[in-house]
């Protein structure tokens, strides 16, 4: 059955979007990100080897874990916060209704 | 400097860059292929070789790297030459029209079409976002470990947290006056040995190691002389160095691409849809490297572009003879000589 959440994004001008995204899609949430023409490069397509889906998360839930790749990732990038993530590896679940993210510079 | 002449320069030796040598080498057109890596595959063979690809046509599932020696293995009649671990630098557009492409170690190769086929880019440092770092590159900082001798007896900052800033810490604490390790977090996810070493030659002295801390701005006249340092996010506290080497991986980029007058689009060249071609005439982009309206970076939708490519440089190659599409099944492959 579908099921839609809601995603809140912070803007680098500080103003916040919501975007709608459907949890029976095995979507991502850097996929949603780019569906809705965020500036978000993606460059690698999902497979944590770029960082450049970098987010950071200012309000959620409980996510999943931390996966190697991503730790390592971001362990390496020069401007990772403590809840930073890489939205290629946040699967869209109803878990994550609510969450706000906030778009983090490419490199 | 070694000098080669072809009909197309193929720059990129992913699954896409391969399967073009295919698609020319059907309309007779010979190939060389260049990457900046040491194999042919690109991601496949870099990143995921052992990954499953399911949406080959024709295979139900494929190994990455499987797909690579298959297609090897397809463009073998047509004899393609390569240029591997070199990466393109410039483009030289003669007065016939056709092209010279250098790579980084001084290779020409003298072709009438180029072919883009980079996929992701070439993988470059990541630089972190201090103002006027860029302004001292070459005058004391530096991305990457080249000559580890150009330290002996220097100050030297290292910036990074990542297997690579350990390993750097560990050879240069040796070789250095003074060797500086700034990482942002509190903890190494890297190698757990080079870590434990990192740690127990600070409580020995001999790498000055400050953790949660950044490097927020560097200092000097014309020449790097000292970098500052962000304790804690409260701290400020300057280093004197002669070297600051920030070590935060690496990230896909065009590179060099950016600078041979393409029209670009978020990163990716532009190309025409009726057969691939960029502004620039006799020069193509296929594959990942491309953008147009819907374009999906699947293997799938490279290897078409690939095809409608060929047909177009066919007109250049041989400006005289008229294009027939040729099937395999009536005329089989014809190998090149």
């Known amino acids: 059955m579908e099921e839609m959440i809601n995603l809140q994004v912070e803007l680098p001008d500080g103003s916040r979007v919501t975007l709608e995204a459907p949890t029976d899609m095995g979507l991502s949430v850097m996929e949603v990100l780019k569906a809705n023409e965020l500036e978000v490069p993606a460059i690698c397509g999902g497979m944590a080897i770029c960082a450049t889906c970098h987010v950071e998360v200012l309000q959620s839930g409980e996510l999943p874990e931390l996966g190697d790749d991503e730790a390592y990732m971001l362990e390496t990038l020069p401007h990772a916060t403590a809840t930073s993530r890489l939205s290629c590896q946040l699967r869209v679940t109803p878990a994550l209704d609510g969450l706000v993210v906030r778009l983090m510079p490419e490199a | ?337």
């Open chain 2, 1 to 337: 400097m070694e000098k080669i002449t072809t009909d197309i320069c193929i720059v990129g030796a992913g699954p896409v860059g391969l399967f073009a040598v295919f698609e020319a080498g059907l309309l007779k057109m010979r190939c060389h292929v260049v990457d900046a890596l040491p194999v042919v595959g690109g991601q496949l063979a870099e990143i995921y070789p052992k990954k499953p690809i399911y949406d080959i046509p024709g295979f139900p599932s494929i190994l990455a790297g499987e797909l690579v020696e298959n297609l090897m293995k397809q463009i073998e009649p047509f004899h393609p030459s390569f240029t591997l671990g070199e990466r393109v630098e410039k483009l030289d557009k003669q007065e016939d029209g056709s092209f010279i492409v250098h790579t980084s170690e001084g290779t020409a190769i003298a072709c009438k079409v180029v072919v883009i086929a980079g996929g992701l880019g070439s993988f470059e440092p990541r630089k972190p976002a201090i103002a006027s770092l860029e302004s001292y590159e070459g005058k004391g900082v530096t991305y990457m470990v080249r000559d580890p001798e150009q330290f002996r007896s220097k100050r030297v900052v290292l910036a990074g947290g990542g297997d690579s800033a350990l390993d750097w810490a560990i050879y240069l604490a040796g070789i250095a006056e003074e060797l500086t390790l700034i990482h942002r977090g509190s903890t190494f996810r890297g190698a757990p040995e080079s870590a434990e070493k990192v740690l127990s030659m600070a409580e020995e002295g001999q790498i000055k190691l400050l953790l949660k801390s950044t490097v927020t701005d560097v200092q000097g006249d014309g020449k790097l002389d000292a970098v500052t340092v962000l304790i804690d996010n409260e701290t400020e506290y300057q280093i004197e160095t002669d070297y600051f080497i920030p070590l935060f991986g690496l990230v896909p980029k065009l590179g060099p691409l950016e600078h041979w007058d393409l029209e670009l689009e978020k990163g990716a060249i532009v190309v025409n849809t009726l057969d691939y071609s960029t502004n620039i005439p006799g020069v193509y982009a296929i594959g990942d490297i491309n953008t147009y309206p819907g374009k999906l970076k699947l293997i799938l939708c490279g290897f078409h572009e690939s095809a409608l490519m060929a047909q177009s440089a066919y007109n250049i190659i041989y400006p005289d003879k008229k294009f027939v599409l040729k099937y395999t099944t009536v005329n089989g492959i014809q190998e090149l000589s």
